[in-house]
């Protein structure tokens, strides 16, 4: 069950905090490690997901913590809000509009999306944005061995049109593992960005049983993985 809450204490040099469920439930445990594929450090107010887990004691803690792409925008003593939050979110908002309004396109299935495309996710690199809904084409470089901690994610890297590299984390515990795949093949996805100084990642390649996430795609050989 994917839990909504948002992180109301943190200490960076212990690599732990508590997150305060949105039900008004006791507040949660949740440690570094268990934030996955996220590219920037916890903050307090920043809202989350996650799953409840257990530790070794029997308690409760967070397991796989996705952060949302913005912290909540609080105002200061004079009434003037955190501004460059709110660039950040209105720079995702801008993007979204782009997806959702249908502004990009594509000759076909596997052929490379436009430019537009590839321009959306180097901005989100460039603002070390996550959490956008993002879509378009590349080529593998790099197969890597399944991250099985948790989820069991399959996972590549590809490579745009515009140079920007992307790991691919495909869940395929809830979709359908990509069969056959090769360096150099041209994969399409649908999916959400997280930041990472590498390029990023791409994850939620595939419906949410929960309905939290948007549903993803990849496309590999003229078959659809979600």
């Known amino acids: 069950m994917i839990n909504k809450g948002k992180i109301t204490s943190w200490n960076d040099n ?22 996955k594929y996220q590219g920037r450090r916890p903050e307090v107010d920043r809202l989350v997901t996650y ?27 004079h ?6 939050a709110l660039l950040a979110a209105l720079f995702l908002f801008i993007i ?16 490379a999306f436009t430019n537009q495309n590839d321009t959306v996710l180097s901005g989100a690199f460039n603002e070390r944005l996550s959490g956008v809904q993002a879509e378009s084409s590349g080529t593998v470089i790099k ?5 099985n901690e948790g989820s069991r994610h399959q996972r590549f890297i590809l490579k ?25 093949d041209t994969v399409a996805f649908n999916g959400e960005y997280e930041w ?16 939290y996430h948007e549903a993803g ?6 078959q659809t993985y979600q």
């Open 96 to 111: 979204g509009a782009y997806i959702g309004w249908g502004h990009f396109s594509r000759s076909d299935d596997s052929a």
């Open 143 to 147: 197969i890597l061995s399944d991250d």
């Open 51 to 77: 799953t409840l887990s257990k530790d070794k004691q029997g308690r409760n803690c967070a397991a796989e913590i996705v952060m949302s792409a913005a912290p909540i925008i609080k105002k200061t003593g």
């Open 196 to 211: 990472n100084s590498k390029g990023g990642v791409i994850h939620w390649t595939h419906h949410d049983p929960n309905g």
């Open 14 to 35: 212990k690599g732990f905090g508590f997150i305060t469920p949105s039900s008004g439930e006791e507040r949660v445990f949740a440690h570094i490690k268990a934030f």
């Open 160 to 184: 745009l049109q515009s140079g920007q590299t992307l790991l691919i984390a495909h869940n395929i515990d809830l979709a359908p593992r990509l069969s056959n795949l090769r360096e150099g």
């Open 217 to 222: 795609w990849l496309k590999h050989n003229s």
């Open 79 to 84: 009434g003037n809000s955190n501004f460059s």
